[in-house]
């Protein structure tokens, strides 16, 4: 190859281009460098473990990944209410062991407590509530007792007899007190209905109508009307009942009497008509 040739060659190289040498030979730069080719860059990722959630839960919650998914959700700790465990526990710290109905949540947060009520009816008639905090872990703080229907009255709340002019002269004095007195059933019909009656009022058991004062009352049975199934118009009975203010009524001429009202406690048959 002559310099000629030399020369025309390294211009191919330098422009990249086909040339021809001086001899007839044509080069092409196809067959020279082959192309590069393009590689994607690839990074490698750790499968999520939720520690970064860990520092956003609360204080009462914890990290679980139940789902198996890799990534972690928080989840409030709670434990299931054991109520044999928590009566145990509260009739220790004091709660009567005939209490065994109480309105127990069926969970708890851990560290936290429950505020539980045992609503109760006594043996006396009254109702009433035990209340105490029941923890997580099913102690009980001491129980509180709030009574909330005092208990029906009976014969034994009822002591004082107004003597029969003290009586007549200002009934009014004893609005409010349960009463114990006798009476003398002067009208119990229709006009009265079956579960009241009007009577002359007595500090004694007086055989006769005509010894009682002209103190007028009515008698109420109340929620105890059954009571007064063996009475009848012109009994003379014996009655514990709560005196409960004054009315008035207009008799057939046309006059008004007032008379004192009573809600019925208790009453027996002493003089039958």
């Not at 009822?158 to 029969?164: H, K, S």
């Not at 007190?177 to 009241?196: E, I, K, M, R």
């Not at 009022?201 to 109508?209: N, P, T």
Request: one cysteine or more; a negative charge; aromatic letters at 10%.
């Amino acid at each position: 190859m002559n310099t000629k040739s030399i020369s025309l060659l390294a211009a191919c190289v330098l422009a990249a281009s086909a040339c021809s040498s001086s001899d007839g030979v044509t080069n092409d730069d196809s067959a020279t460098t082959a192309p590069a080719v393009a590689t994607a860059e690839t990074t490698t990722t750790a499968p999520h473990t939720g520690r970064q959630e860990a520092r956003n839960c609360e204080a009462d919650e914890s990290l679980t990944d139940d789902d198996g998914d890799g990534w972690g959700e928080c989840v409030v700790n709670i434990v299931p209410v054991d109520e044999a465990a928590a009566l145990s526990n509260a009739t220790a710290a004091g709660l009567p062991a005939w209490v065994t109905t109480c309105g127990f949540p069926t969970e708890i947060k851990i560290g936290y407590s429950s505020s539980i009520t045992c609503s109760v009816v006594n043996l006396d008639g009254s109702e009433g509530a035990w209340s105490f905090e029941l923890s997580s872990d099913m102690t009980a703080t001491p129980p509180a007792y709030v009574e909330t229907k005092a208990r029906p009255l009976n014969r034994t709340d009822c002591t004082a007899t107004p003597p029969d002019g003290q009586f007549q002269k200002d009934s009014t004095a004893w609005t409010g007190q349960c009463l114990h007195f006798w009476a003398y059933v002067f009208q119990f019909d229709a006009n009265t209905g079956p579960c009241s009656f009007l009577a002359d009022y007595g500090s004694a058991a007086y055989r006769y109508s005509y010894k009682f004062s002209d103190a007028i009352i009515r008698v109420d049975g109340g929620g105890r009307c059954h009571l007064l199934a063996p009475v009848v118009e012109g009994d003379m009975i014996e009655i514990w009942a709560v005196a409960t203010g004054v009315e008035s009524y207009t008799t057939t001429i046309g006059g008004t009497n007032t008379y004192t009202v009573f809600e019925l406690i208790d009453v027996t048959l002493y003089r039958h008509s």
